[in-house]
């Protein structure tokens, strides 16, 4: 099992910047790619930002040149420094691991996703 702990949310004014980290524990061997997705009320999650364990990173349209996804894979973290932040990035963030799993001799290998709890960001303007 992999639990995923977001912090740094918060509320700022438009123009202002925020950093979230996640940390993962448990079973992180097999831990791929990581990621951000965020959702805001009415709306389904989106993804913001991942990152593979090789660090590419790939973003979503809407905050590229803006925010900016590391990990440090050695003590499983990953962060999205967010900058120039918009009203329309109000939403709560997801921290999310692809994992895989069953590496156990008596276990089948499969990708699974695991999610923390989210963290509020709330940007006026």
């Known amino acids: 099992q992999v639990q995923l702990v977001e912090s740094g949310g918060g509320s700022v004014q438009a123009g202002d910047s925020l950093t979230l980290s996640c940390a993962a524990s448990?079973?992180?061997?097999?831990?791929?790619?990581m990621g951000w997705y965020r959702q805001a009320p009415g709306n389904e999650r989106e993804l913001v930002a991942k990152?593979?364990?090789?660090?590419?990173?790939t973003y979503a349209d809407s905050v590229k040149g803006r925010f900016n996804i590391s990990r440090d894979n050695a003590k499983n973290t990953v962060s999205l420094r967010m900058i120039s932040l918009h009203p329309e990035d109000t939403a709560v963030y997801y921290c999310?691991?692809?994992?895989?799993?069953?590496?156990?001799?008596?276990?089948?290998?499969?990708?699974?996703?695991?999610w923390g709890q989210g963290t509020r960001v709330t940007v006026s303007p």
């Open positions: 999310h691991a692809l994992v895989l799993v069953g590496l156990r001799f008596d276990e089948t290998a499969a990708l699974k996703d695991f």
């Open positions: 448990g079973a992180v061997f097999g831990i791929n790619t």
């Open positions: 990152i593979t364990r090789g660090l590419v990173a």
